[in-house]
């Protein structure tokens, strides 16, 4: 193709032509992502968390403290109380006499690790049924909805709870069995998209050009179901987190002495009164990883649903 | 109407009976070491096989699965392994009080969620809209144990602390003890609950009504010359709630399990805390039982829920 650049005897120079250019979904909503702050920031912290959680051995060196040492001598008050934050223990010590910002740096990495397996198993399960279902359709369809219907009506926590006490504690344990459970509500909204989306003219022009099932299923009906599942698997990242958290929390969840947020919050119960530093440190590093997610994974909705939300937001 | 509902209750019937099997088949299969540990250490294979034998466990995994659902369908759940106390018992003897912990709370984040939502909606970019953004997410993102620990830090030991003891640390006290004990017992795992939900209903109703008032149908009311919030309350806000009445469906059956957590923290002894205690004994007819009872909680939420619909909404058809 050659462009005109000469329209009616004028001769225009090359810097007034403005190129169109084609920008995809995916460039649109990036670019809408980026100018977002409150996301960029969110990411930002995101970041952070990570590098913590990957440098975790490096708050061990620098402290010279290990996650699972117990310092009995200077590390608990004469009465056998936890240690506050002082020059050697930044975040304090724990019942054991255990640095808590170490044990912090190192539970970043179950409460990542849990977050983002368990929520890559759930998105795999869910979007291979919600996609089954909704392409195939017909009797599968009918079976599979149903399942779906049995899956959400089990009483989650109390379902997973149950399951983890039986099969009995594990960081395996605990990835499958929220895998196990939430992959229902993700397979229901694949499926709802799948059947709007199967039904569109450029499904029907590949099948006339002679598609067969399993290209169409995989090049033309599952890019455009992407975008929902992108947003809904951000979103799902910091309710994993939490239910991991819960799951130790009960005393369900990693062995001890692993350190992790919900396990040690768990074990400051107990000295609440007396050590706040205890239960605030590990506290206050699962919220502000939670809410960091949960901020991304708006900015990454309004991203790709540029509707009222946005423009309200100005 | 009268075809939707028995539709409707006959799929409920059907997704009940698909997790009766479920459950059964997870919690059976997988070996228990029940009749040892009941036997103590020193028992004889003897005496744990009389045990089991008493507990109905020597049986084919089919015919114990097809008499708990007979006795099921009887309204009988079985009896516990430790203390032959019925299920239903324990159920019946727990429920009071994770009912006034569900409805108390639910009715708390209900009415904070919507309230919050629909100012945020009026007035978007408002300061108002912003803090109560702010606010929302924090809750969201805020795991319940720790709200509930928070809640106890403040407004129980430091209150108690400083000579105002207001609230107790846990416990139960039945209403008919007196309203206020009752209450007093409540206040913080009602909190607890709420304001997390009271979060997700802020976002929610904030959204659904955001999208509502962009539609024609308002227009059309504003340019009637109807009041502005005859048109927010009586048009925008009744069809508005047809995703929270969808929520709160769902919330409302996941309760019963979600309960569990606050219950343990401020030590209620509702089914939560029951079904806690069971899976610690491995104690299965009642991990089974409950397990039931929650499932069926949902499914009549989810039939409730469709029918509050075609109240909200006038545009919903039944089939």
Redesign the interface.
């Known amino acids: 193709m050659t462009q005109v650049h000469a329209t009616g005897g004028e001769v225009q120079t090359t810097e007034q032509v403005r190129r169109i250019e084609g920008r995809s979904p995916w460039v649109l909503a990036w670019e809408r992502l980026r100018r977002d702050r409150l996301a960029m920031f969110s990411l930002g912290v995101i970041i952070l968390i990570v590098l913590v959680a990957l440098f975790a051995p490096v708050f061990a060196a620098i402290t010279g403290h290990g996650p699972n040492e117990q310092y009995r001598d200077i590390g608990l008050t004469p009465q056998g109380l936890p240690v506050a934050p002082n020059s050697t223990f930044w975040f304090g010590t724990d019942d054991l006499g255990r640095d808590v910002l170490v044990r912090v740096a190192y539970g970043a990495r179950v409460s990542l690790g849990v977050g983002v397996l368990a929520t890559l198993l759930t998105v795999v399960i869910g979007v291979v049924v919600g996609l089954t279902a909704g392409f195939i359709g017909g009797v599968t369809d009918t079976v599979l909805a ?1 399942f779906i ?2 899956v ?8 997973a ?3 983890v ?3 009995g504690p594990s960081l395996t344990v605990t990835i499958f069995v929220i895998g196990f459970f939430s992959w229902a509500s993700m397979a229901r909204i694949v499926r709802g998209q799948v059947l709007s989306v199967k039904e569109r003219e450029y499904v029907e022009a590949a099948r006339s050009l002679g598609a067969g099932n399993g290209r169409i299923m995989l090049i033309d009906v599952f890019p455009n179901v992407l975008a929902p599942v992108i947003v809904y698997t951000t979103l799902l990242i ?1 309710v994993v987190i ?1 239910i991991q ?2 799951l130790s ?2 005393g369900l969840g990693l062995q001890p002495p692993t350190p992790d947020w ?1 396990g040690m ?1 768990d074990e400051s ?1 107990n000295y ?2 007396t050590a ?1 530093w205890f ?1 605030f440190f590990p ?1 206050i590093a ?2 502000i990883t ?2 960091a997610f ?2 991304f994974g ?1 900015g990454v909705r309004d991203a790709f649903d540029p ?3 946005r423009l ?3 | 109407m009268l075809r939707f509902l028995l539709h409707r209750l006959l ?1 409920g019937l ?3 009976w ?2 009766s099997l ?2 059964f088949a ?2 059976f299969v ?1 070996p ?1 070491n029940v009749a040892r540990t009941l036997a103590g250490r020193q028992a004889t294979p003897e005496t744990i096989a009389m045990i089991e034998h008493r507990l109905g466990l020597d049986q084919p995994i089919l015919k114990q699965y097809w008499t708990f659902l007979t006795n099921a369908l009887h309204g009988d759940l079985g009896y516990d392994y430790y203390h032959q106390v019925p299920v239903t018992t324990i159920i019946a003897q727990a429920l009071p009080v994770t009912l006034s912990l569900a409805i108390g709370a639910s009715i708390l984040w209900l009415s904070m969620g919507i309230f919050n939502g629909v100012v945020s909606a009026v007035h ?2 408002s300061f108002a809209d912003r803090a109560l953004t702010v606010f929302s ?2 809750f ?7 709200l509930g ?2 809640l ?2 403040f407004l129980y ?1 430091q209150l108690t602390l400083a000579g105002y003891p207001i609230f107790p640390a846990g416990g139960y006290a039945p209403i008919k003890d007196g309203f206020w004990p009752w209450m007093d017992h409540l206040i913080l795992p009602w909190l607890t609950l709420a304001l997390l939900s009271a979060a997700v209903y802020t976002r929610l109703t904030r ?1 659904s009504m ?2 509502v008032l ?1 539609e024609d149908y308002i227009k059309t009311a504003r340019a009637k010359g109807l009041s502005e919030n005859r048109v927010n309350y009586r048009h925008a806000l009744r069809s508005a709630l047809t995703p929270v009445v969808t929520q709160f469906g ?1 919330d409302l ?2 309760l ?3 309960v ?2 606050t219950e ?1 923290v401020f030590s209620l002894p509702g089914l ?1 805390k029951a ?2 205690d069971a ?2 004994q ?1 104690d299965l007819p009642v ?1 089974i039982g ?2 039931l009872f ?2 069926a ?3 009549v939420a ?1 039939i409730v829920v469709d029918m509050v619909y075609v109240v909200l909404d006038p545009r919903v058809r039944l089939h």
């Open positions: 149903r219907d049995v959400l009506s089990f009483p989650f926590l109390l379902a709870i149950a399951l006490s039986i099969i910091p939490v958290a819960t929390f009960l919900g919050i119960r609440y009164q706040w239960m506290g699962l919220v939670t809410l949960n901020l708006d509707r009222v939300e309200m937001r100005g | 799929i059907l997704v009940l698909l997790i479920a459950v997870l919690f997988i228990s978007p970019r997410l924090v969201y993102s805020m795991p319940s144990f720790l620990l928070v106890l830090y030991f959204g955001l999208d962009s769902i059956g996941q019963v399990g979600g569990v957590v343990t939560g079904s806690i899976i610690n491995q991990i409950i397990v929650a499932s909680a949902v499914v989810n």
